[in-house]
């Protein structure tokens, strides 16, 4: 191929043979279109931390709780979904480039059914969630598309492709059935529950037919990162509802200044501890791991979102708009940390197989930091400084890693 053809394939979007991308590719890297189609689930992100936050200012922690994790599932498993095909089939042709547009016009409809769903758990109603399924339905009729041109463009793969294909379709179908069927809450978030192991049981059996996809490890190590760098943008927004909340209150003060520094840390700090995972390193090497691996890391994106809601709940504490008090606003911003750290070094043992006693003294102190800014909110000090207490949960791991936890990490990878 001459220089100038190679400059013109790359400029042209004609279409090309969805044969599947090569799993070696050398710098493959996240494509413009993916960042783009990212930025419309930081749009669903902050629709779900928004109402995550009003719930829990409210003290309607059944509502908090059912509605995000719906919201949550809906927002990161249709972004999972899309991030994994690409990563084995983009062609970036025309009909890649529309089909993943009709995709993200799916995604912000999904954002203005969550208002809707809060509300109707809020008044106790049926679980209202068609405007979410319908934005869901569209992201997924997409991508039925999408594997089945890839079937029939692959030969090799056809059977796995076709078993995407199905279960996307059926899954579709009991989503639809329902919420358009009247149910009860609780037989509503039953049947929720189970159409929920269905989905995540779709790729585990798809992908065992004829090798699975050619997907990248490098790359879909990548695209994770940059997802929860999208989450932690919900961190920044609470850091900026926590500091506005504090000026409205005192002014510029000493308390401002850790409004900002506790925010900031702790974002700062959760992407810092983020890194850690040797993610693309051991999915090269055993990519069965990958279910397992990638299962956890939405729990991960969930728990980095939680934070942020977490962070303007204390806004509404500090602006006495809250209908709940300093330890449970408190508790919004702790659980979620603690989660994600438990789940960073939980998916790191699974990944590398190896056991650090680094990780357990890590651990303890971690757990004696979050443990001294809940006593300290209940002793009543101000939850402003037990917010700076809880940034220093990811700062002891990353100050770990950084002194004897990376060289570890490095003895572990090179015994694989």
């Not at 049947?191 to 779709?202: D, Q, T, V």
């Not at 900002?260 to 390193?281: H, K, Q, R």
């Not at 809940?374 to 402003?384: L, P, T």
Request: net charge neutral; glycine share 8%; aromatic share 12%.
């Amino acid at each position: 191929m001459t220089a100038s053809a190679a400059v013109n394939k790359t400029l042209h979007h004609h279409l090309r043979r969805m044969s599947g991308r090569d799993p070696h590719e050398v710098n493959r890297v996240a494509s413009s279109l993916e960042l783009l189609f990212d930025l419309t689930f930081a749009t669903c992100f902050a629709f779900a931390a928004t109402q995550l936050a009003h719930a829990l200012a409210a003290g309607h922690y059944s509502t908090a709780l059912i509605g995000f994790g719906f919201a949550s599932f809906c927002i990161c498993w249709a972004w999972t979904n899309f991030s994994w095909f690409a990563s084995a089939y983009d062609t970036d042709d025309w009909i890649f480039r529309i089909a993943t547009l009709v995709q993200m016009s799916g995604v912000l409809v999904l954002a203005i059914g969550l208002p809707r769903l809060f509300s109707s758990i809020e008044h106790g109603q049926h679980l209202d969630a068609s405007v979410m399924v319908l934005g869901y339905v569209i992201m997924r009729v997409a991508m039925i598309f999408q594997w089945l041109r890839a079937a029939k463009q692959d030969p090799a793969r056809r059977r796995v492709c076709i078993t995407y294909a199905c279960a996307i379709a059926i899954a579709q179908l009991g989503w639809i059935a329902l919420f358009l069927i009247p149910l009860s809450m609780s037989v509503t978030i039953a049947l929720f529950f189970l159409w929920f192991l269905f989905e995540f049981a779709g790729p585990i059996f798809a992908e065992r037919r004829d090798g699975g996809t050619p997907w990248h490890a490098e790359h879909i190590a990548e695209r994770y990162s940059l997802f929860a760098i999208i989450a932690l943008g919900e961190g920044l927004v609470g850091t900026v509802a926590t500091l506005s909340a504090e000026m409205e209150h005192a002014g510029w003060t000493l308390e401002t200044a850790l409004a900002c520094m506790a925010g900031v840390g702790m974002t700062f700090g959760m992407w810092w501890v983020y890194s850690i995972l040797p993610s693309a390193n051991i999915l090269h090497v055993h990519r069965s791991r990958a279910f397992v691996w990638s299962y956890g890391q939405i729990l991960i994106i969930v728990s980095i979102v939680a934070m942020g809601a977490g962070l303007d709940v204390a806004a509404s504490v500090i602006e006495n708009k809250a209908q709940i008090g300093p330890l449970p606003a408190l508790l919004a911003t702790a659980i979620p940390v603690a989660s994600f750290l438990g789940l960073i070094y939980g998916l790191h043992y699974f990944l590398v197989r190896r056991f650090d006693r680094l990780h357990v003294w890590l651990l303890l102190a971690t757990a004696v930091t979050l443990g001294a800014a809940i006593i300290a909110v209940i002793s009543g000090v101000s939850i402003v400084v037990c917010l700076v207490l809880i940034m220093c949960a990811p700062v002891i791991t990353v100050v770990g890693y950084e002194v004897l936890g990376h060289r570890h990490q490095g003895d572990m990878l090179r015994g694989e």
